[in-house]
């Protein structure tokens, strides 16, 4: 659930009053009539051209890992993932697309929509969760480590931009179990 922040504000009179900011709730992908939405917010946010086609490949194959964060009947976030078979018999999930309108940032929705994320991963029997992102997002990479993900690897010019990134790992089950 994201944090209820208290958000002051002045009546006609003058007098201060606080209010709540509108509740986000979290929806998960029904149909393609949330395509638009998805990305209209990816395109705002990502460094990457995406065609539809890649989208639709990550939300058909895996609807149940797509994720919507809905404020007053408008989309303000989304995650869209994968999970599939690995080395050694492990379940990787791949968190590919994330991104928060930016009028809705600090309400703990990136890291809520990653949460939701990484649970349905988890009923799913995933056992490690990765991504990339660009070195120079400090706030995406605050975010992650603070999940608990690690910088796994340097991956020089990842990006069409140029830029570099970090493949950020979070292991789910100890691989030397069993």
């Known amino acids: 659930m994201a ?17 709540d900011p509108p509740e986000v709730v979290y929806v998960p992908y029904e149909s393609e009539l949330q395509m638009p939405d998805i990305i209209r917010l990816m395109k705002a946010d990502l460094s990457e051209p995406y065609s539809i086609y890649t989208y639709r490949y990550f939300i058909h194959n895996w609807p149940t890992l797509c994720i919507l964060a809905k404020c007053e009947g408008v989309y303000v976030g989304a995650t869209v993932c994968k999970l599939e078979p690995h080395h050694y ?75 570099d990134a970090y493949r950020l790992k979070l292991w789910l089950k100890d691989p030397l179990a069993d």
Do not use: W
Not at 3 to 19: F, H, I, L, Y
Not at 100 to 118: A, E, F, N, P, W
């Open 3 to 19: 944090s209820r922040k208290t958000v002051n504000a002045v009546q006609e009179d003058g007098e201060p009053v606080s209010v």
């Open 89 to 163: 018999n492990l379940r990787r999930g791949y968190i590919a697309m994330l991104a928060v309108d930016k009028d809705y940032r600090k309400r703990k929705i990136g890291s809520t929509l990653v949460k939701k994320s990484i649970q349905q991963m988890v009923r799913e029997g995933c056992d490690e969760v990765v991504l990339e992102t660009e070195v120079t997002n400090k706030a995406a990479l605050g975010l992650y480590e603070n999940l608990g993900f690690v910088r796994d690897k340097y991956l020089h010019q990842y990006y069409l931009n140029g830029v």
